[in-house]
């Protein structure tokens, strides 16, 4: 591959003839050599554009979530036995599903005019398979054909995956030992376009799910219906402004139709290499099961443990 100019990187990147919505929905091998084709340019020309517009661009990073969950994610870093108050910020809406206040409501419209920036550049990204190419959907990860690779993002998903999802979700999910790699993408349900999403569960061991409407930002329909095995009720919920649920990949979950306005999320997984998940049950904070994905027993996960980070190196393979 070519070495790609720095300062030409931007240019040739919004000259660049995009693969159509057809072709990108039936995943015509041509896509994927598009992407493929053009990821050095790609990642070069977000770090130009950021470089051109650092003085009028927010550079998002973890002063825009909410700082009472901040604080409790700082202070476990540095103590993990304090980790208690992190899952006493999670409200349990059924077994292996929580849910809390993610971003900071009052820092929400920055992100969201960051995202506006992100669309507004013209710099070519890739929707999530399957659905209609709106403005807000893309990929997150580096291992997704054209991510959105801007680095102040990066350092910003980095931090929400590595610093917050991977320790809660092991803390309240058990996930341990089959949560290194991670996966993301965003996507916005509108009346016209992408509506809803039918029951199904996730390729992963953990999800979370994070609104990212403004307060003024009001949508009807759109419940998300999450089904307990257990107790074999199914329990509706409403995303709210900045909240986030966090919940088993396994855990059977369905979207409703949305009736009006928007919602906007960002949906990041867990997984372990090769896509691996665990198989059968896992249990909560202070009770981690004996099930692995190797079937090898886990006595016991420390605090320290789940307050780490993984030392093996992140795959290539993409779930979609």
Request: charged fraction near 25%; charge should be negative.
């Amino acid at each position: 591959m070519k070495t790609i100019e720095h300062t030409n990187a931007l240019k040739e990147a919004l000259a660049l003839e995009v693969p159509s919505r057809e072709l990108s929905l039936r995943r015509d091998p041509s896509v994927s050599k598009f992407w493929n084709d053009n990821s050095e340019l790609l990642e070069a020309a977000w770090a130009e554009w950021e470089l051109e517009n650092k003085d009028n661009l927010l550079l998002p990073n973890e002063s825009l979530l909410d700082p009472k969950l901040r604080k409790a994610i700082n202070d476990a870093w540095e103590n993990p036995e304090k980790e208690v108050a992190v899952a006493d910020l999670w409200e349990e809406i059924i077994p292996g599903v929580y849910e809390t206040q993610f971003f900071d409501l009052e820092r929400l419209a920055d992100f969201r005019t960051y995202l506006e920036d992100v669309v507004n550049s013209g710099i070519p990204k890739r929707a999530p398979y399957g659905i209609q190419l709106n403005r807000y959907g893309m990929m997150l990860d580096p291992r997704s054909e054209g991510h959105l690779a801007a680095p102040s993002f990066q350092a910003f998903y980095n931090a929400i995956m590595d610093r917050y999802m991977r320790p809660i979700s092991r803390l309240l999910l058990g996930t341990y030992g089959y949560d290194n790699q991670t996966f993301g993408f965003s996507i916005q349900y509108n009346p016209d376009k992408d509506k809803d999403l039918h029951a199904h569960t996730d390729a992963s061991s953990a999800t979370l799910n994070i609104n990212t409407n403004l307060p003024d930002e009001e949508f009807t329909g759109s419940i998300v219906d999450f089904y307990d095995k257990a107790s074999g009720k199914t329990v509706q919920t409403k995303f709210q402004p900045g909240k986030a649920i966090i919940h088993r990949g396994n855990v059977p979950h369905a979207t409703h139709p949305i009736e009006s306005g928007q919602r906007s999320n960002l949906v990041v997984w867990l997984y372990g290499d090769n896509m691996q998940i665990p198989r059968g049950s896992t249990s909560s904070y202070g009770n981690i099961s004996s099930s692995s994905i190797k079937d090898v027993a886990l006595e016991s996960v420390t605090a320290r443990q789940r307050w780490s980070l993984p030392d093996g190196p992140k795959d290539t393979v993409a779930p979609f």
